[in-house]
């Protein structure tokens, strides 16, 4: 465990049950987001690599513009 969460984890010990509740709730949904985001990015990788393929072909081709950044 680092430093910083054994800090943190000391900090909460102080609090009072619900808050600790509180606490534990959020850092395991955080966890569990990103578990899930890593999981989705791992299986759209072939789809990632077409769009880049596609997006290349079309730079390629002349089909596209340079972005104006000063016209958003």
Do not use: C, Y
Request: proline share 1%; glycine share 2%; no cysteine.
């Amino acid at each position: 465990m680092t430093e910083l969460l054994e800090r943190a984890v000391a900090q909460a010990k102080q609090l009072p049950e619900n808050e600790q509740d509180t606490i534990a709730a959020i850092i395991l949904e955080e966890m569990e987001d990103e578990a899930r985001w890593q999981e989705k990015f791992a299986r759209s990788q072939d789809v990632l690599a077409k769009l880049a393929a596609e997006a290349m072909a079309e730079d390629q081709a002349g089909k596209t513009q340079e972005l104006d950044v000063d016209a958003l």
